[in-house]
Each structure stands twice: as structure tokens, then as C-alpha cells.
């Protein structure tokens, strides 16, 4: 996204982006930087009837930095300890087979179901409890913005914008990356306690409706174009 000085401008979702960006040693690091988190349709992505159960949720290319072996091992261990999971991956990428290996040598492939590449996301979310995203490198992952507008609790990994688009304790549970066990630990709390995956739902869409809005998603764009010379007609 380039404002109309480019490179003397340039326009970035997240914080991470803008990081980049400043240390862009080419010649077309811009003098100038202006975030705009993205929007998400706050109609498409809206709260459905919760289902009395409902499966747990991972979406997200199927890539090594998106490290969905933690979900695998987590799904294992709460397996381990007796506690009944279903959950259901969508995306498609390289890492399928062996993810689908270490799920069977694990014992739990009968627990996870990894279905490729889907177009339903809305209506996956739709019949999800919550959402879980284990990713050790992100930007600002659209997939926990629509969660959030669907009013689904989110678990999800320290990467990227995501302690910044999750109040931990309040619309879900941020985990650092390299704590498994706390991972653990959040996946349980919210499997065994279905009122307050609706309480952090609904806190979850009240934030996306604030802050995720694609009018504001609009305005803040516009606004940066105009702060660089652009006049509207």
C-alpha cells in the first residue's frame, strides 16, 4: 500500500511492518510511515448461535513458522490427561503430511482433522468454541480479527500484533512462544468452561466493532493520502 510520494511514504498494517520498513536499507525505505491496521466486514464475520460444543479451531497455512506441531503435541498431551478435544485445521501448505504423521504417531490423528484449503472461514468460526493460533513469526493475522468479530474467544501465541489485538484475560489467552505447557494449560481452561469462552466472545466483538471496522479501516487510510497531498474529486 503506497501513498502518492512514494517512496517518500508508505502505508503499513502493524507495528512489525513499520519495524521493517525503517530498517529497509534499499533506496526505496520511505521518509515517512503511517499504520493502518486492517479492517475486517463486520457483517460477513458476526456472532452465530454458539453451539453447545463446539471444536476448537486452527486456521493458517500449513508453513514451518506457523509451528502447528505445538498444536499437535498440546491436543496430545490434554489427550493424555483425559480431556475430550475436537478440533478441526483449515489451510493448505507442504507441512500437511508431516503434521498428519506426528498426529498419528501421537495417537490423537482420530482428534485433529487438517482439511486444506477452505473458503468458509465465517462459517467454520461459526461452529467453533474458540480460536488457537501457534505461529512463531506473524504481522497482523487477519484470522484473529474475525474470530474476535465472530465473537469467539482466541488463544493464540506472543507473535507479531497479537498482544495487541488480544487483551489477554479478556478476549483470550496470549501465551508466549516457547511455553507449551502454558498453551496447554489456556486450551483446557476454555475447553472446560463454555461461559467464559462466551464472555471473552462477546468482550472479543465489542473490541472488533471499536477498532477493526472497515469505515475506520477508510478513514485511516484516506486520512494518510491526504496528509501527503491527495485531494479528494
Not at 530498517?23 to 520511505?30: A, M, V
Not at 506457523?66 to 490427561?81: F, G, I, N, Y
Amino acid at each position: 500500500k503506497l501513498c502518492a510520494r512514494w517512496p517518500a511514504a508508505q502505508i503499513v498494517n502493524s507495528f512489525t511492518a513499520a519495524e521493517n520498513a525503517k530498517h529497509d536499507q534499499t533506496l526505496f525505505r520511505p521518509r515517512r510511515l503511517y499504520i493502518v491496521k486492517n479492517g475486517v466486514d463486520l457483517d460477513q464475520f458476526s456472532p452465530r448461535h454458539r453451539p453447545e460444543r463446539g471444536y476448537i479451531l486452527a486456521v493458517g497455512s500449513l508453513f514451518p513458522v506457523k509451528r502447528w506441531d505445538r498444536l499437535v503435541r498440546t491436543v496430545a498431551a490434554l489427550s493424555s490427561k483425559g480431556l475430550d478435544l475436537e478440533v478441526i485445521h483449515a489451510g493448505a501448505g507442504p507441512l500437511r503430511e508431516e503434521l498428519e504423521i506426528l498426529a498419528k504417531d501421537l495417537h490423537v490423528d482420530h482428534l485433529i482433522r487438517f482439511t486444506g484449503a477452505r473458503h468458509d472461514i465465517a462459517s467454520l468460526l461459526a461452529g467453533a468454541a474458540f480460536l488457537v493460533h501457534t505461529s512463531d513469526v506473524e504481522g497482523l493475522p487477519n484470522v484473529v480479527l474475525e474470530a474476535m468479530a465472530c465473537g469467539r474467544a482466541v488463544v493464540a501465541t506472543d507473535a507479531g500484533e497479537i498482544p495487541f489485538l488480544v487483551d489477554d484475560g479478556k478476549t483470550g489467552f496470549v501465551v508466549p512462544r516457547t511455553e507449551e505447557s502454558t498453551l496447554a494449560d489456556r486450551i483446557a481452561t476454555l475447553s472446560r468452561d463454555p461461559e467464559l469462552c462466551r464472555r471473552m466472545g462477546d468482550a472479543g466483538r465489542i473490541k472488533a466493532e471499536r477498532e477493526f471496522g472497515l469505515d475506520r479501516l477508510l478513514s485511516e487510510t484516506f486520512s494518510a493520502y491526504r496528509t501527503e497531498g491527495w485531494k479528494d474529486g
